[in-house]
């Protein structure tokens, strides 16, 4: 067997990434790629799992380089050359569908609340020259959405392509009991008529009987057999439109610029207050102003975006793209910064939810301090990894959640019904509650990999089981540490919890922790 040598052929190199980062997550290899028998039981048999993955997270949580597994504890070379002879007989289109996408020297900065934002997405959409996709589940016809989407009209004024996911229904239901905010088909007919191309995300799934000639329809239309394959499995979950729901919310701007965040477009995300000498980062001051944030990327990290909005544009209807083209590709030299980025993304059928596998992991085998913000905390996953910490790893973690001030009324019995023996091991807790607003950030910070993940998922039942979800995960140590500063300042307005009877010690004797057992599938 010849030897495979990590600069050499990079395409193997990359399967093997892909394959030992899919077993790791708990991937079903067997059910992805075809006739893997034997490199899956060479796998189970050869790379001891929990060695692995400690090691794994210790790097950030995603094997990125070759090296990485060569360096492996206690796997030597022979085995990894062995197991790359394995992949190398393999198909792995569909795997490479699936697997987190890694680019290197990017630049990335965050931002957080609403002036911020705001100012950012009206700024990056000024500077389009070629094209702009932007999918997001909310775009609310308010102050916001109305800056935002001046700015998009004026884009396709320049000759700027706009492709445009939104979800209609559930932004219609507007917010404040004011329907009128929903009406976002005025903005999209003013949008339509300028020459904006906008796919519909309510609909994100075809009727089963329908899907097997519909498949054959987009095929021939010239969407690749990957991104079909990705969609069977939507349509193995699919039940109903409404159980389905595109919950991503990024943004790729000529091949070089990426917004990725938990930001939608509506004053509630986005609002436009004047920022203060007293409040230099625009910290919400009204209950109608949530807590939210994004991060700017320039470099290649934009293609692994456009990929990934490719798959849900062309099945769903859209034109046919190819991502690759030249015209999607920055003419510019890509290294802008020191940071890697991972985009890692999720959908419903999932063979397995890397995002959620990724938080599992972290909150397993953090080396040090991790910080979990994220408003809603109703996954049992989540929760029985958690209460099973011994109180060493406990006391690494950090939580912090709007356990009171919260748009899903099952997030407090799920907290209180969970937290106990977790807070008696030793994890903090952090109720941002005790600002009188409601926070939706979604971010966690590992500080022994230097790394940060950021993005539209909740760590709930929806977002584990039923939506599209992405998020980004950088690692570099500047960011990270200018990163943790916006969180050290997210923990700072919140209330630190010191007494545990907050908590359910015996749950089952509070009638809230079954309303949470009976709804926390739903939004």
């Not at 950090?398 to 748009?407: A, E, G, K, S």
């Not at 091991?425 to 950021?454: C, E, L, P, Q």
Request: contains cysteine.
């Amino acid at each position: 067997m010849s030897t495979i040598q990590p600069e050499q052929n990079k395409t193997l190199q990359a399967g093997t990434i892909n394959f030992l980062n899919y077993f790791l997550s708990k991937g079903p290899i067997e059910k992805v790629v075809t006739d893997s028998k034997e490199a899956a039981a060479f796998t189970k048999a050869h790379i001891p799992f929990e060695a692995a993955s400690k090691f794994r997270q210790q790097l950030g949580g995603v094997f990125t380089t070759y090296e990485q597994i060569l360096s492996i504890p206690g796997i030597d070379h022979k085995t990894i050359e062995e197991l790359t002879h394995h992949v190398r007989k393999l198909d792995l289109r569909k795997l490479e569908a699936l697997s987190p996408k890694t680019t290197w020297n990017n630049q990335v900065e965050a931002f957080i609340n609403g002036p911020e934002c705001l100012e950012l997405l009206v700024e990056e959409i000024k500077k389009a020259q070629r094209y702009i996709h932007f999918s997001v589940m909310l775009f609310f016809n308010d102050t916001s959405g109305t800056m935002v989407s001046e700015a998009l009209l004026d884009a396709l004024s320049r000759g700027v392509q706009v492709r445009l996911m939104v979800d209609f229904g559930v932004t219609a239901i507007g917010y404040e009991k004011s329907l009128q905010v929903g009406d976002f088909q005025k903005i999209a007919d003013r949008l339509t008529s300028a020459g904006c191309k906008i796919v519909n995300t309510f609909h994100n799934c075809y009727p089963k009987d329908e899907w097997p000639q519909k498949r054959k329809e987009l095929k021939e239309k010239g969407v690749p057999e990957s991104t079909l394959c990705l969609q069977d499995y939507v349509q193995e979950e699919y039940l109903v439109d409404l159980n389905v729901i595109n919950h991503r919310k990024f943004m790729v701007i000529d091949g070089k610029t990426s917004i990725v965040g938990s930001l939608n477009i509506g004053d509630q995300y986005t609002y436009d207050t004047p920022v203060q000498q007293d409040n230099p980062q625009g910290v919400p001051r009204e209950e109608g102003e949530w807590q939210d944030g994004c991060f700017r990327i320039r470099g290649a990290a934009a293609q692994s975006l456009n990929e990934v909005f490719a798959f849900q544009w062309t099945v769903l209807g859209g034109d046919v793209y190819k991502p690759g083209d030249s015209f999607y590709q920055s003419d510019e030299d890509l290294n802008f910064g020191r940071e890697e980025c991972t985009i890692i993304s999720s959908f419903p059928g999932n063979p397995v939810n890397l995002i959620q596998q990724y938080y599992l992991s972290l909150i397993s085998y953090a080396g040090d301090e991790a910080v979990i913000i994220n408003p809603y905390l109703i996954d049992q996953a989540f929760w029985d990894e958690l209460k099973s910490l011994p109180p060493e790893q406990a006391g690494r973690i950090t939580i912090c959640n709007p356990l009171y001030v919260n748009d899903h009324l099952t997030n407090r019995p799920a907290v209180k019904s969970n937290m106990y023996k977790p807070f008696e091991n030793g994890v903090s807790f952090f109720d941002y509650s005790h600002t009188g607003r409601f926070s939706h950030w979604k971010i966690s910070y590992d500080k022994r990999a230097n790394a940060v993940f950021h993005g539209s998922y909740n760590i709930n039942e929806r977002s584990a089981c039923h939506d599209f979800e992405l998020g980004v995960l950088v690692k570099g140590k500047e960011f990270a540490s200018s990163t943790k500063n916006l969180i050290d300042g997210h923990l700072a307005v919140s209330k630190e919890i010191k007494d545990s009877s907050l908590f359910f010690k015996y749950p089952l004797l509070h009638p809230s922790t079954y309303a949470n057992l009976v709804t926390k599938k739903f939004t």
